[in-house]
């Protein structure tokens, strides 16, 4: 009896490992990186980083239109790829366009992109607004997003500013990690949507 479980047992294991080889193979094939090599040869270092996130105005009415600017780096090899550039407000996609990098200039080449969003039929309320950059095989996707730290305020079309805030203004979220010259610029909105840096 003792026998028959350890055969069971074993052959419970076998038929897993079966299961995951199979589901690994129908995903594709994928290349273990180590610091962006491989024991079969050098893969391209890929770290793309959302560096700023800045929203005109951060007060708006129903209908407006809403300038969101997303700042990113590209700290990997050169080496060119095209992703969907996303924003979100309150989880919900409102914008996106491709967005190529990579062609040269790399590591540490700044980027910036510039959004609109026409926010008719939207219901008032606050809006927590993110920009999301997804790569695959990203040595480090934490950081290919960035949610702006104060919320957008719609108001009805026509309503007065609430007691403390004024329509209009701006708000920035910056990667405390990003070089103080490009991250001032970026909030002082010197910038322009530009693939060439600041």
Same mark, same amino acid.
């Given at each position: ?36 090599? *491989? ?24 209908? $407006? *239109?809403?300038?969101? $600017? ?27 366009? +491709? ?18 969003? $026409? ?27 960035? *949610?702006?730290?104060?919320? +957008?305020?719609? +108001? ?18 910056? $990667? ?19 693939? *060439?840096?600041?």
């Amino acid at each position: 009896m003792r026998k028959m479980g350890v055969l069971f047992g074993l052959l419970s294991m076998i038929l897993l490992v079966s299961a995951t080889a199979t589901a690994t193979a129908d995903a594709g094939f994928r290349i273990l990186k180590v610091g962006g090599e *491989t024991e079969g040869g050098d893969v391209a270092y890929i770290n793309l980083i959302v560096r700023g996130v800045k929203v005109t105005p951060i007060v708006a009415h129903v209908g $407006d *239109t809403v300038r969101i $600017d997303v700042a990113l780096e590209n700290r990997g090899d050169p080496g060119e790829e095209t992703i969907p550039l996303n924003i979100r407000a309150n989880g919900k996609l409102v914008a996106g366009r +491709l967005f190529s990098f990579g062609w040269g200039g790399e590591p540490n080449k700044q980027y910036l992109r510039t959004f609109t969003w $026409d926010t008719k039929g939207m219901r008032p309320g606050k809006y927590r607004i993110k920009a999301d950059a997804f790569v695959w095989d990203d040595d480090s996707p934490a950081d290919n997003s960035l *949610t702006l730290k104060q919320p +957008l305020v719609l +108001l009805p079309a026509g309503a007065p500013a609430p007691a403390g805030m004024k329509i209009g203004g701006a708000a920035a979220t910056i $990667d405390p990690r990003w070089n103080e010259t490009f991250a001032a610029k970026f909030t002082a909105g010197a910038a322009t949507d530009i693939a *060439t840096g600041y």
